[in-house]
């Protein structure tokens, strides 16, 4: 499947990133209906006015839907990028929705031979501790990571972490921390040939408001 050369269509994460990605463009001055906002069930959204079209999708899938062209841009977290490692380009960091991804564990943790590390990005667990030079056994979990070393089923996780308050609830600590992540604009590679004109004046908007360089409307 193909997007329109009549617009550019952009993936955008439901969840935590997606409210902040929306502000940013509304402040970029593009004209994001209040029900986009208000947390609309609907899975398209289309912005006439610009020529925009807003595809809303779990934030693991929006570098697919890009790298596939089914999306020309996409609004994705680094640590998704991490993980996934889908062939898009990086186009524009934009500062918004700031974490880190670490290795947590329970505060009275010891090493142990060949650990068990319980996490919802095993690429990035595994790729961690394979540059360390630590064997570990990666436990794939959808959810509620944190419980995983409360009842035995790992030693440690690989988890996004913000303020830490999730882990000092459930008695655990942040032990390492491997990278730094925000949330990043991604483009298709041939859509960013194809459509560079548009994507260009997209950026500008957006690096102008992000970075604080003159007007961005």
Same mark, same amino acid.
């Given at each position: 499947?193909?997007?329109? %050369?009549?617009?550019?269509?952009?993936?955008?994460?439901?969840? $935590?990133?997606? @409210?902040?990605?929306?502000? /940013?463009?509304?402040?970029?001055?593009?004209?994001?209906?209040?029900?986009?906002?208000? !947390?609309?069930?609907?899975?398209?959204?289309?912005?006439?006015?610009?020529?925009? &079209?807003?595809?809303?999708?779990?934030?693991? %899938?929006?570098?697919?839907?890009?790298?596939? #062209?089914?999306? %020309?841009?996409?609004?994705? !977290?680094?640590?998704?990028?991490?993980?996934?490692?889908?062939?898009?380009?990086?186009?524009?960091? /934009?500062?918004? *929705?700031?974490? $880190?991804? *670490?290795?947590?564990?329970?505060?009275?943790?010891?090493?142990?031979? @060949?650990?068990?590390?319980?996490?919802?990005?095993?690429?990035?667990?595994?790729?961690?501790?394979?540059?360390?030079?630590?064997?570990?056994?990666?436990?794939?979990?959808? #959810?509620?990571?944190?419980?995983?070393?409360?009842?035995?089923?790992?030693?440690?996780?690989? %988890?996004?972490? &913000?303020? #830490? +308050?999730?882990?000092?609830?459930? #008695?655990?600590?942040?032990?390492?921390?491997?990278? *730094?992540?925000?949330?990043?604009?991604?483009? @298709? $590679?041939? &859509?960013?040939?194809?459509?560079?004109?548009?994507?260009? +004046?997209?950026?500008?908007?957006?690096?102008?408001?992000? @970075?604080?360089?003159?007007?961005?409307?």
């Amino acid at each position: 499947m193909e997007t329109s %050369d009549e617009k550019l269509v952009i993936a955008m994460p439901k969840g $935590r990133i997606f @409210n902040e990605s929306l502000q /940013l463009f509304r402040q970029a001055g593009y004209p994001v209906s209040e029900e986009m906002m208000e !947390g609309s069930r609907k899975l398209i959204v289309e912005v006439p006015e610009e020529s925009l &079209s807003f595809l809303l999708v779990k934030p693991m %899938d929006v570098p697919t839907y890009v790298e596939h #062209g089914v999306a %020309d841009l996409g609004v994705a !977290g680094k640590d998704v990028l991490m993980e996934e490692n889908r062939e898009v380009y990086e186009i524009l960091d /934009l500062k918004i *929705s700031a974490c $880190r991804i *670490s290795v947590a564990g329970m505060s009275d943790w010891k090493p142990v031979l @060949n650990p068990k590390v319980a996490t919802k990005y095993p690429r990035i667990a595994d790729r961690y501790f394979r540059e360390k030079g630590q064997q570990v056994e990666v436990v794939r979990l959808n #959810g509620s990571v944190e419980l995983a070393p409360i009842i035995g089923l790992a030693d440690r996780i690989v %988890d996004i972490v &913000s303020t #830490g +308050r999730t882990l000092q609830e459930n #008695g655990l600590v942040e032990l390492e921390k491997i990278a *730094s992540i925000t949330s990043r604009l991604i483009a @298709n $590679r041939s &859509s960013y040939r194809l459509k560079s004109g548009w994507m260009d +004046r997209l950026c500008e908007r957006l690096d102008g408001l992000v @970075n604080g360089r003159g007007n961005v409307v």
